[in-house]
């Protein structure tokens, strides 16, 4: 072109068809989260006119399994048909609570005002304060717990201290790690938020459940939506196809093709933010909303009584439990409290998983569905199960050289 001064501009190359950028820039910078824990940037909004209640838990991720169930939408065209849809398993054991935290508002946000811890502190969660537990002389807590002998006046101070200036109440608890067959012995440790009620009906809630035992079935409840909130599974340094989900360059490129063609322009002399880049890929802190809780199972050893078939429906009577045969993989077995969870969850096997409360004031019909479970598979993760229980196999095969040796 001659047209002066537009020459450069008619020069300069140009993309030949449009497109959407690859990868959200909402999650920059993707990088190691810092804490393994998932964390509840945000509690559900309290509203003082409900009886008082809890509004997170902490579960152990198990791994996947499915189930089959009837589907309840009218007019949909699935309606009254089976569906098969994969669930994930999370190990819920009952938490302790050991401590209550009071907040006030400030111009920059919450400070918290007074910390009250209970009077006795599992070895569990002591272990979470120390960097190196069987080198340590423990003497976490042993200057604390003299508040509770002279009557209890400090005590008493913080918690009305607490009730009187106030206006976010925390519970603190730790999960039973040792309930569950992982190597880790430290508990994780964490504030509830507690709403519903007065300021005052908080505190003594709270000091109400110092050093005793809650379960996930006073918190949460079958066919609830709630928030899963974890760490995703780390995959380490990664490319910008895997990692942003840009287009490969044409076979012929020189020097490789799952690159970015153009990084950017001369002027400004610098790569922009923008760019995708190679770099770290997954362990980042992710909060996935609106989760469908299919069923809350009892453990194989609730209530001091083996119930072994907390995998049963009312469809499916055979006696078994959630565990499915040879175990998890990677994870081994479920024997304390569950939930059965639509979907897959952020996380490796064995991760502390937080479930919270949702945010939103739930309307959508398949948020409103009641769930009823047809059949939970129990059959093999190791490979193509073709069995559901133990008893199933041996009825198949009759008698084998190995079962007759056994007996």
Same mark, same amino acid.
């Given at each position: 072109?001659?047209?002066?001064?537009?020459?450069?501009a008619?020069?300069?190359?140009h993309?030949?068809?449009e497109?959407p950028?690859?990868?959200?820039?909402?999650?920059? /910078?993707?990088k190691?989260?810092?804490?393994?824990?998932?964390k509840?940037?945000?509690?559900?909004?309290?509203?003082a006119?409900? /009886?008082?209640?809890?509004?997170?838990?902490?579960?152990y991720?198990a791994?996947?399994?499915?189930?089959?169930?009837?589907?309840?939408?009218p007019?949909?065209?699935?309606?009254?048909?089976?569906?098969?849809?994969?669930?994930?398993?999370?190990e819920t054991? /009952?938490?302790?609570?050991?401590?209550?935290?009071?907040?006030?508002?400030?111009?920059?946000?919450?400070r918290?005002?007074?910390?009250?811890?209970?009077?006795?502190?599992?070895?569990?969660?002591?272990?979470?304060?120390y960097?190196?537990?069987?080198?340590?002389?423990?003497?976490?807590?042993?200057q604390?717990?003299?508040?509770?002998?002279?009557?209890?006046k400090?005590?008493?101070?913080d918690?009305?201290?607490?009730?009187?200036?106030?206006?976010?109440?925390?519970?603190?608890?730790?999960?039973?790690?040792?309930?569950?067959?992982?190597?880790?012995?430290?508990?994780?440790?964490?504030?509830?938020?507690?709403?519903?009620?007065?300021?005052?009906?908080?505190?003594?809630?709270?000091?109400?459940?110092?050093e005793?035992?809650f379960?996930?079935?006073?918190?949460?409840?079958q066919?609830?939506?709630?928030?899963?909130?974890?760490?995703?599974?780390?995959?380490?340094?990664?490319?910008?196809?895997?990692?942003?989900?840009?287009?490969?360059?044409?076979?012929?490129?020189?020097?490789?093709?799952?690159?970015?063609?153009c990084?950017?322009?001369?002027?400004?002399?610098?790569?922009s933010?923008?760019v995708?880049?190679?770099?770290?890929?997954?362990?980042?802190?992710?909060?996935?909303?609106?989760?469908?809780?299919?069923?809350?199972?009892?453990?194989?050893?609730?209530?001091n009584?083996?119930? /072994?078939?907390?995998?049963?429906?009312?469809?499916?009577?055979?006696e078994?439990?959630?565990?499915?045969?040879?175990?998890?993989?990677h994870?081994?077995?479920?024997?304390?409290?569950f939930?059965?969870?639509?979907g897959?969850?952020?996380?490796?096997?064995?991760?502390?998983?937080t479930?919270?409360?949702?945010?939103?004031?739930q309307?959508s019909?398949?948020?409103?569905?009641?769930?009823?479970?047809?059949?939970i598979?129990?059959?093999?993760?190791?490979?193509?199960?073709?069995?559901?229980?133990?008893?199933?196999?041996?009825?198949?095969?009759?008698?084998?050289?190995?079962?007759?040796?056994?007996?």
């Amino acid at each position: 072109s001659t047209w002066g001064f537009f020459s450069v501009a008619s020069d300069m190359s140009h993309r030949k068809f449009e497109a959407p950028r690859h990868g959200s820039l909402g999650f920059l /910078p993707r990088k190691r989260c810092v804490r393994h824990r998932g964390k509840v940037k945000k509690f559900p909004k309290d509203d003082a006119s409900k /009886p008082v209640h809890l509004t997170a838990f902490m579960g152990y991720k198990a791994g996947m399994t499915h189930i089959c169930r009837d589907v309840d939408k009218p007019g949909s065209k699935i309606h009254k048909k089976e569906v098969v849809e994969a669930v994930s398993i999370v190990e819920t054991p /009952p938490m302790v609570a050991v401590g209550v935290v009071g907040y006030i508002e400030t111009p920059r946000g919450l400070r918290s005002l007074a910390t009250v811890w209970a009077g006795h502190l599992n070895d569990e969660v002591k272990r979470r304060f120390y960097k190196n537990w069987y080198r340590s002389k423990k003497k976490a807590f042993t200057q604390y717990v003299k508040k509770y002998a002279d009557e209890k006046k400090a005590i008493t101070d913080d918690l009305a201290r607490i009730k009187k200036h106030c206006t976010v109440v925390r519970l603190l608890a730790h999960t039973q790690i040792r309930k569950v067959g992982l190597r880790n012995k430290k508990a994780h440790l964490m504030e509830i938020q507690i709403n519903g009620g007065s300021v005052a009906d908080k505190v003594d809630f709270a000091y109400g459940q110092f050093e005793k035992q809650f379960s996930v079935d006073s918190v949460f409840s079958q066919d609830e939506m709630i928030d899963v909130i974890g760490i995703t599974r780390g995959k380490g340094y990664e490319g910008v196809v895997k990692r942003f989900g840009i287009t490969r360059l044409p076979r012929k490129t020189h020097r490789g093709l799952r690159k970015v063609g153009c990084i950017g322009a001369w002027h400004p002399s610098r790569v922009s933010w923008t760019v995708a880049r190679t770099g770290q890929l997954g362990y980042h802190h992710r909060t996935e909303i609106n989760k469908k809780v299919f069923r809350i199972g009892k453990g194989i050893t609730a209530e001091n009584k083996v119930v /072994p078939n907390n995998a049963s429906t009312d469809f499916d009577l055979t006696e078994k439990s959630i565990t499915p045969m040879g175990g998890f993989p990677h994870y081994g077995e479920v024997k304390e409290d569950f939930m059965i969870i639509k979907g897959g969850i952020a996380g490796a096997k064995k991760r502390v998983i937080t479930l919270r409360k949702s945010l939103l004031k739930q309307s959508s019909r398949s948020a409103l569905e009641k769930i009823t479970l047809k059949f939970i598979d129990t059959s093999s993760k190791f490979g193509h199960g073709r069995f559901q229980t133990y008893e199933e196999k041996r009825k198949f095969f009759g008698v084998t050289k190995k079962s007759a040796a056994q007996e």
